[in-house]
């Protein structure tokens, strides 16, 4: 039996193998012109067959995304293999090793039958790739893209900045008009109520006698003089008060319901005993929240005054705060007086509407309940009226749980 070794030994000595067979160049009968043309050609051509694998190499390596399925080693192989069958022509003109010839044959002949088989299925995807032609246009168009794009970003760019200066341009004079009207403000503050100050004081002294005793009628004349300074300097009061609104940059700070209700009581505690006004409080002694304490307070306060002013001798004002669902609080403000008519509840929290404008009845500029909704709305809560002529009427706040925070048991 023979061993794998003398097998290959006999393979390779079959390969070399030339004895009985006539070289190549007995069929040419040695035509030296012949044998040139035969040695030059195949020179040639080894020498080409050779060379290309380089290239492509070079191919594969620096463009990868054109080696489909390796397909550019194949080639290589190939051209490589068909360069050695080249070889073999060569030197089968002198030695007749046809037996190696043959095989350089048979493996050429492999190679080629494996790049045929990956060249089939890359058919549809080289069809379809785009030609030079398409791909120049879609070069030219996405230049064009580009160019539309990079116009449009230059012109969002400077739309833009032309936007931020104008908003730069309205900031600043927003600036400017706030500064103004601040600085009106203060002015009409001062040459404004100064005046007033000196005709209410003049006026006071004037009904107490100091200048000797008036008749009717001069007194008549002085009383509306007086009412109407009063009035005046109460109407300029409220609208610098809602011109430097400020609630919303008070800071929130934790407030004990029952001494703010008892602050804002005794408030408006002259004006109740003037007209024999009985104020009841309905607080819980440890009920606490964190608010903005100086715009609720404003609240209370033109609440219960609001309610003093429209009610007869010895009728009753409540104040109650109480807990709501979902830690919340109510507030109620509610007296027992002439009440509101059904169809000018709506208009009662619009700036300089009064109910009862007439000359006889209460004094009033008409800004009080303007200015407890405004405040209520920037502390994030909600203002409803029931009311119902000559049995009284009901103001209800709610504030959400997003600006209170309700607090058991806190220390006072």
């Known amino acids: 039996m023979k061993t794998a070794e003398g097998s290959m030994s006999d393979f390779f000595g079959w390969l070399a193998n030339s004895e009985g067979f006539a070289a190549h160049g007995y069929c040419l009968i040695w035509d030296p012109a012949l044998i040139d043309l035969f040695v030059a050609s195949d020179v040639v051509i080894a020498i080409s067959y050779f060379s290309i694998p380089l290239v492509l190499q070079i191919i594969a390596r620096r463009r990868p995304d054109l080696n489909s399925y390796n397909c550019l080693h194949l080639f290589s192989a190939f051209i490589v293999f068909c360069g050695v069958t080249h070889i073999f022509s060569i030197i089968t003109l002198w030695v007749p090793v046809y037996a190696a010839a043959g095989m350089a044959k048979l493996a050429t002949a492999l190679i080629s039958l494996t790049v045929a088989a990956v060249l089939w299925p890359l058919l549809p995807r080289v069809l379809a790739s785009p030609s030079t032609k398409e791909l120049a246009t879609a070069n030219e168009d996405l230049k064009h893209l580009t160019e539309s794009l990079e116009r449009i970003v230059e012109e969002r760019t400077r739309a833009l900045r032309n936007a931020f200066a104008e908003v730069e341009t309205a900031r600043q004079q927003a600036e400017e008009t706030s500064s103004m009207k601040s600085q009106f ?12 100050n000196a005709i209410i004081g003049f006026t006071d002294m004037i009904r107490s006698g100091y200048a000797g005793d008036l008749t009717d009628q001069q007194k008549e004349y002085v009383d509306d003089i007086h009412a109407s300074s009063t009035l005046l300097y109460a109407l300029i009061g409220d609208v610098l008060d809602m011109q430097r609104l400020d609630v919303a940059d008070e800071p929130e700070q934790l407030v004990n319901l029952r001494e703010l209700a008892s602050e804002a009581v005794s408030i408006v505690t002259v004006a109740a005993r003037e007209n024999s006004v ?25 609440l219960l005054t609001n309610a003093v002013k429209y009610i007869g001798n010895g009728d009753k004002v409540g104040l109650r705060f109480m807990r709501l669902p979902d830690h919340r609080i109510g507030l109620e403000v509610w007296d027992n007086g002439i009440g509101i008519p059904a169809d000018r509840i709506d208009s009662i929290f619009e700036p300089f509407v009064r109910l009862h404008g007439d000359v006889s009845g209460p004094s009033g500029t008409g800004i009080g309940l303007a200015l407890v909704r405004q405040v209520v709305d920037k502390l994030g809560g909600h203002i409803v009226v029931d009311s119902e002529v000559q049995k009284g009427s009901c103001f209800r706040i709610d504030l959400p749980d997003h600006t209170i925070r309700l607090i058991d048991g806190a220390a006072d």
């Not at 607080?283 to 964190?290: C, D, I, N, Q």
Request: net charge positive; hydrophobic share 45%; proline share 3%.
């Open 278 to 302: 009985e104020i009841e409080v309905d607080v819980a002694e440890r009920l606490y929240l964190t608010t903005r304490r100086r715009g609720l307070l404003r609240v209370l306060v033109n």
């Open 185 to 196: 403000m203060a002015t009409m503050s001062h040459e404004l109520r100064t005046p007033l």
